[in-house]
């Protein structure tokens, strides 16, 4: 589970990077932090929801395109347990 939460967090922040930097080519300026706080309360939820449901939160490959949420993804390969050391 810490691995899933840590590539939830990962991917979201991924996801706000690219919302404000498309705001950011919209303005023609940083739209700063305030960009981020507000995108923080109007979508997290939603998109913590979407991500947890998507194939992407399973996925080997969640970092290079995890923060799309996909349902299907023809790259789609399920994470390998961790072998415990003994």
Request: aromatic share 12%; hydrophobic share 30%.
């Amino acid at each position: 589970m810490p691995h899933r939460f840590k590539a939830f967090m990962l991917s979201q922040i991924k996801t706000i990077d690219i919302a404000k930097w498309l705001e950011g080519c919209e303005k023609h300026e940083d739209p700063g932090e305030h960009f981020i706080l507000k995108w923080i309360k109007d979508n997290a939820k939603d998109y913590r929801e979407k991500w947890f449901s998507s194939a992407c939160s399973s996925c080997a490959y969640w970092e290079s395109c995890g923060h799309q949420c996909l349902s299907q993804c023809d790259k789609h390969n399920e994470l390998q347990p961790i072998k415990e050391i003994s």
